[in-house]
């Protein structure tokens, strides 16, 4: 082994501080994360859970955890100096600022300016007593606001204009004031005020008072400008600061918790807590990580964290102690921690991103690199051997041994990788390498360093880590091969690889617990196994199963035997029940307090005190399970908006319904207003993004949902109804709101469902069945009888039909007809009965064919009426002349009638007005003429007219003929026309002597 020394006397003297400034768990809020001025006068968190920031200019600044909202004059706000917030039963906030205060509702901003002698007045201090008045302590005197207005108690004290400087009202409903004065309490009588002031004779000396509160018990706080705090115990005031600890300090507000601690904020040295029970102080100032050791206000909020404004640090959030952080600032030679490992003299080594390392030894941090001795290398590994030397493993360069007095390094491991060194029983030191295999240092001994490589048996090269088990056996983790195993030096067959169950084969890191398993991490998460029993199950864990990442970079146990894991997230506490199956992962990250987050590989060193030391990559972090305090309060959870439409309710026409700090006493919303987006926070300060969520809309969904980091949902399309939409949410150890928080609301029906209409529409629709159905009884009835008229009319149609064809047919025409055409015959004139036999015939047939149809066209009824009247002309001997005339705006050919009609009336003619007429010769006209819709037929004769026909033929045997034809017509037209009023007209004709010249038959038919 070749030793290479350096002198670093000079060196260690120049690089060592004294580590003065460890970092408490603070997450300081200032301007550039969303506070709204650096100088931060008083905090307050609302029964919402909110937290409100008052600021020396920039307004008030709202916080929920995540986001930040600033209000200011713009929004409505008096004046943007704010001195104190106060929030009274009704949950309303009261600012007090530079020039008035403010009421605020959640909505809007109400502003009171009073004006006490023209002068502007600045509202210090805001107190509530039993009868809703708001103290206000201002920089004109002592003033309350009631709903009668303002007013002035100094003034009714006769005391001269006076700067007071805070107000208090007990429990007892006192009202208690400071000033440069001292200090007062007030006395009401009959609406009469009277003062009593304490000072030197009752036992409090003339200090200005700065701030006035009480405990639980009762006693009076008092704190002063420039003379501590005092305590009042209604007989008595007396100090806590037994050893002067508040000694010229000026305390600006006092805060006490659960834990018998006193808060109090300071002028210049910070916060102090004061323990009740122990009698002690503990500070904590910049030198811990406070943001500035002007500190205005003190409060505790649900999640048990405490928050300093301070005046010019802005807000400060205090954890506690669970984690301390040493970085740069505190001493150490870089952020980025390598490696960690206490000496047998409690030195804790850490190799850091500075190159070099860097011991503490509890007082101060002392750098070795180049320049004080050692090499600006990375050291990834350190341990000590038996004989008190340090080992220090380094990225490239190999192993430096330190004496306490110089760094050697060994020859043989030159350039080398080292990934870890551990030390066996015999104090034999055990180095892994990244590419050069295993190395073994025997302890007192001259035959050097020993080198396992592949030959030997070795997995890989490249070996991540080691460890010793109860038995002494050495157990390796390989880069990609898995893990090995040596007994008594000597290098087994034995792998354990994916195959035999391992999550994966790239091992990081080992640590063994209490019930001798061995923990096994890997990029693909973590498996662990029984070392001593051979039939043991690997049990494997990762992201899926519970766990915060899967790319384990170190682990460790704690001496609660539960297991601990770094990865580039920051920390996972895992706690596995007896049959291995984890029961709870606590995960640490920013926002609980490790600011470190990625851990650096297999840098972690457990305490015998039971703290760890965690390596990141910013910062050394010490954990302190013992301090660990599972959050038992559930988050504060609200609903901050409901959108209709996307459009928050206030932001519409139903914006009569929004009630203070967006709440609603009753929520009632018509039919198409049915989109609706539910805003919610739960607010825990303890870990702001932990907070998860579940909801039910009972009325529409059937179970929760699902847990959700989501803080919104939409419900669209909702049917009418009422409905109570449940919200409650969870913090990072799983404790959720006991009861939901809820809100009630109904959707209208529309007109058409509600029970009036419903009603009326039954009704109607009742009665329009009915109806329908008696309307359609009677149409069936109707139809009926339709049916049986038609059937009556049809009957009564052929009886005429075959009535007018005997009428037509008369037996008397016939034998007239053959007679005369015989005649003919007789006499040889062969061509005029064969042309009147042709004649008859078709006379014949088109009676025949007419009288199979109800209807036949004008054409045909007048090409038979030709036929008939030049039979009957020939049949009587050419005594008269006939003339057939049809309208021609008439359609014959188109126009339908009955056939025939008009030869009963031919033919009566015929037989009855021109059969007795003497000394000229007989004429027989007939004309259609359409005329309003009609078809007017007329029959015109220049017989004898009917009142002689019927003298001459009244002993006649054919007066049944005539009436029978009459009779048979007027009902054929009854059957065609509901108006027969006129169907049928018989008129006779008369000369100008007033003697009968002949008759006319009208017939009108409809045209249609």
């Not at 190999?398 to 990788?417: A, H, P, S």
């Not at 319904?657 to 805003?679: A, G, M, R, Y």
């Amino acid at each position: 082994m070749k030793a290479v020394c350096f002198k670093y006397i000079l060196g260690f003297c120049l690089f060592t501080c004294f580590a003065s400034a460890q970092q408490y768990n603070f997450h300081n809020y200032s301007v550039k994360d969303g506070v709204a001025q650096s100088q931060v006068y008083s905090l307050l968190q609302d029964s919402r859970g909110y937290m409100w920031m008052g600021t020396r200019g920039g307004g008030i600044t709202k916080f929920d955890g995540i986001n930040f909202k600033t209000f200011t004059v713009k929004d409505g706000l008096v004046n943007n100096y704010v001195f104190c917030i106060k929030e009274d039963q009704q949950h309303n906030l009261w600012i007090g600022t530079n020039s008035g205060f403010s009421k605020y509702n959640g909505l809007k901003f109400v502003n009171f300016k009073p004006a006490v002698d023209s002068a502007q007045v600045a509202v210090n201090t805001i107190a509530f007593d039993s009868r809703k008045r708001k103290w206000l302590a201002t920089n004109v005197g002592l003033l309350y606001y009631d709903d009668k207005g303002i007013t002035n108690v100094s003034q009714l004290l006769n005391d001269k204009r006076e700067y007071i400087n805070t107000v208090f009202v007990d429990k007892d409903d006192n009202v208690w004031y400071g000033s440069a004065f001292g200090l007062f309490r007030l006395s009401e009588k009959n609406q009469v005020f009277t003062k009593i002031k304490y000072d030197k004779n009752s036992g409090f000396p003339d200090n200005s008072v700065s701030f006035i509160t009480q405990d639980k018990n009762g006693n009076l706080w008092i704190g002063t400008h420039g003379d501590g705090a005092y305590v009042y115990n209604g007989s008595q005031f007396y100090r806590i600061d037994h050893k002067l600890e508040l000694y010229k300090q000026t305390v600006w507000d006092i805060y006490f918790d659960n834990h018998n601690n006193v808060w109090m904020a300071t002028l210049n040295h910070g916060v102090a807590q004061y323990n009740l029970q122990s009698k002690t102080f503990n500070w904590i100032t910049e030198e811990q990580g406070l943001g500035n050791n002007h500190v205005r206000s003190v409060i505790q909020d649900n999640s048990g964290n405490y928050w300093f404004g301070t005046s010019g640090g802005g807000v400060c959030n205090y954890f506690g102690k669970q984690f301390t952080v040493y970085d740069k600032s505190s001493g150490l030679g870089g952020n980025f921690i390598y490696s960690v490992f206490r000496d047998s003299k409690s030195r804790l080594w850490c190799g850091t991103s500075d190159k070099g390392v860097t011991a503490y030894d509890s007082a101060r941090f002392t750098v070795f690199n180049a320049l004080s001795g050692f090499a600006d290398l990375k050291v990834k590994s350190i341990n000590q051997d038996n004989s008190g030397n340090i080992y220090f493993g380094t990225e490239g360069q190999g192993l430096f041994i330190y004496d306490g007095v110089e760094f050697r390094q060994t020859e043989e491991l030159k350039k080398t990788f080292i990934r870890n060194i551990v030390k066996d029983k015999e104090g034999d030191m055990w180095i892994a390498t990244a590419g050069a295999g295993l190395f073994r240092i025997k302890a007192n001994s001259n035959t050097g360093v020993e080198n396992y490589t592949l030959k030997d048996g070795l997995l890989s090269m490249r070996i991540n880590c080691l460890h010793f088990d109860k038995k002494g056996r050495l157990w390796y983790g390989t880069d990609q091969m898995g893990i090995g195993l040596l007994i008594n030096n000597q290098v087994q067959k034995t792998s354990i690889t994916t195959r035999e169950g391992l999550v994966g084969n790239n091992i990081r890191c080992f640590a063994e617990d209490k019930d001798g398993f061995l923990w096994v991490g890997t990029a693909d998460g973590i498996s662990s196994f029984d070392l001593y029993n051979t039939n043991s199950r690997i049990y494997n864990y990762d992201h899926k199963t519970g766990l915060t990442s899967s790319n384990i970079y170190l682990i460790t146990v704690d001496e609660k035997n539960t297991i601990i894991t770094g990865s580039e997230t920051g920390l996972d506490h895992i706690f596995v029940d007896a049959e291995r199956k984890i029961q709870e992962v606590k995960h640490y990250s920013k926002g609980e307090g490790f600011t470190g987050i990625e851990t650096c590989q297999n840098s972690v060193y457990n305490d015998t005190d039971g703290d760890i030391w965690f390596g990141t990559i910013n910062g050394l972090i010490k954990y302190n399970p013992a301090n660990r305090v599972s959050n038992a309060n559930p988050p504060v959870t609200t609903i901050n908006n409901v959108n209709l439409f996307y459009k928050p309710i206030a932001e519409t026409g139903f914006n009569y319904l929004v009630k203070d700090w967006n709440t609603f006493s009753k929520l009632t919303l018509p039919h198409d207003q049915n989109h609706i987006t539910f805003n919610f926070t739960g607010i825990n300060f303890s870990n702001p993004e932990a907070v998860k969520y579940q909801w039910k809309l009972e009325g529409f969904d059937k179970t929760w949902s699902p847990v959700s980091k989501e803080n919104n949902i939409v419900y669209s399309n909702l049917s009418p109804g009422t409905y109570t939409f449940l919200v409650k949410a969870g913090n990072e150890d799983n404790i959720w709101n006991p009861q939901p928080t809820r809100l009630t609301f109904t959707i209208t029906r529309p007109f058409w469902q509600k029970w009036w209409f419903i009603t009326l529409l039954f009704l109607m629709t009742g009665g329009t069945i009915l109806f329908l159905f008696r309307w359609r009884v009677n149409r069936i009835k109707l139809k009926a009888r339709e049916q049986q008229d038609k059937l009556q009319m049809e009957k009564e149609i052929v009886e005429l039909e075959q009535k007018a064809l005997r009428l037509q047919m008369n037996p008397h025409f016939i034998f007239n007809a053959l007679n005369s055409i015989q005649s003919q015959i007789g006499t040889d004139n062969e061509q005029a009965a064969r042309y009147y036999l042709a004649k008859f015939s078709r006379l014949m047939r088109q009676i025949l064919d007419n009288s199979r149809n109800p209807l036949i066209t004008l054409e045909e009824e007048v090409n038979m009426l030709e036929n008939y009247l030049l039979v009957e002309k020939f049949c009587n001997g050419d005594r008269f002349d006939y003339k057939i005339s049809v309208d021609e705006n008439i359609e014959k050919d188109y126009l339908k009638i009955p056939p025939m009609l008009l030869q009963p009336f031919i033919e009566n003619a015929i037989k009855h007005g021109l059969k007795f007429i003497d000394g000229k010769r007989g004429y027989i006209e007939v004309t259609f003429i359409e005329k309003n819709g009609l078809l007017e037929c007329s029959v015109t004769d220049n017989g004898v007219g009917r009142k002689k026909a019927a003298e001459i033929n009244s002993a006649s045997k054919e007066t049944y003929h005539t009436s029978t034809a009459l009779i048979v017509t007027k009902e054929r037209l009854d059957l065609m026309k509901e108006d027969t009023s006129n169907a049928l007209e018989i008129i006779d004709l008369y000369d100008e002597n007033k003697k009968a010249s002949g008759t006319r038959v009208m017939i009108r038919i409809p045209v249609n």
